[in-house]
């Protein structure tokens, strides 16, 4: 079934750490011209059943192609004409291996309909990383940064960060004009504008504010899945040597949620002293190790030339 001139169908891919969360709760359900996936039990199946749990080896194409037909069918009549899902490791996991590849998720999307859009949010990558490395030791994880960067599982996965290597697959896979590139930093700073963007993309609309996609204030100022504001990142990692966790489950002492105990403590501090944790900059390991990415970093200027990304702390 063929997509074109029938309805958008649009799958937002990553990446981690780029308010996925936050736009999976209290953006993508609230936009009454989208029907999100994400919600439906159908939907759901196909993603979470199929696309991101089976390997190669067992994916079934034509099942998976039955259940977006399906999909497409039962949505046809109703006047929301676009279809969404969300799922930020389709991009890759930073912090868990999985049994398929980002190569595999873009010819599992080919397969379906190369009418696809494509929604890819990137991130600075020395801000990206260190994200990561808070919520790896949000998990359990013992390892310094250097640990982190070179020697934990998540070090190959970190290879995944080649940010124009994947868009450049996606662009020459769907059109560029079907592939909506966006900084996380833009985001950040300009929330409505950026969201504007995104909607009318992934619509095929032309609204001219927020309000008329049928978002409000209420959406902006939430913040999910923040990590350690202050220096409490490094006795989370002491505690976790010692603590038996799910990465380490040698641990002499019983966990006592000792990760979250202390992240809501530093929400305490932030509370009674606004500039708590602003001190606080990136690790220089960590923006060293960044300068891997300056070529697929170049690719990603050209793409996106009304943003400077030097000034946005990406490596070029």
């Not at 124009?164 to 697959?169: A, E, Q, T, V």
């Not at 002492?253 to 992240?263: E, P, W």
């Amino acid at each position: 079934m063929k997509l074109e001139g029938l309805m958008n169908v649009v799958f937002h891919i990553g990446y981690q750490k780029t308010a996925s969360t936050w736009l999976q709760n209290d953006v993508f359900p609230n936009i009454p011209l989208i029907t999100f996936l994400n919600n439906d039990p159908k939907g759901r199946e196909m993603l979470y059943e199929n696309i991101l749990k089976e390997s190669s080896f067992n994916y079934d194409y034509k099942h998976v192609k039955t259940l977006f037909d399906g999909i497409i069918n039962e949505h046809s009549s109703m006047p929301q004409k676009t279809l969404l899902m969300s799922e930020e490791v389709m991009t890759g996991d930073l912090l868990e291996p999985t049994i398929f590849s980002p190569k595999d998720i873009l010819d599992r999307l080919i397969e379906l309909d190369k009418a696809l859009k494509i929604v890819i949010i990137v991130r600075n990558q020395s801000s990206l990383i260190w994200s990561s490395y808070k919520e790896y030791l949000k998990l359990g994880g013992c390892c310094n940064i250097e640990g982190f960067l070179y020697k934990e599982q998540s070090s190959k996965f970190l290879e995944q960060l080649h940010y124009g290597n994947l868009i450049k697959h996606y662009i020459n896979s769907f059109g560029r004009e079907n592939v909506f590139i966006g900084c996380y930093e833009d985001l950040v700073a300009k929330p409505e504008q950026f969201l504007l963007n995104m909607i009318n993309f992934i619509s095929s609309a032309s609204f001219a504010n927020i309000c008329e996609c049928g978002l409000d204030d209420s959406c902006f100022g939430k913040r999910r899945n923040v990590g350690y504001l202050g220096k409490g990142h490094s006795l989370v990692r002491l505690l976790n040597k010692i603590s038996k966790t799910r990465r380490n489950p040698g641990g002499l002492l019983r966990s006592i949620n000792h990760q979250g105990r202390i992240k809501d403590f530093e929400f305490k501090l932030r509370s009674l002293f606004r500039n708590y944790g602003n001190n606080i900059g990136i690790p220089p390991e960590i923006i060293e190790y960044s300068l891997r990415y300056k070529g697929s970093n170049a690719y990603l200027q050209e793409l996106l030339k009304d943003i400077d990304l030097i000034n946005i702390g990406y490596s070029v």
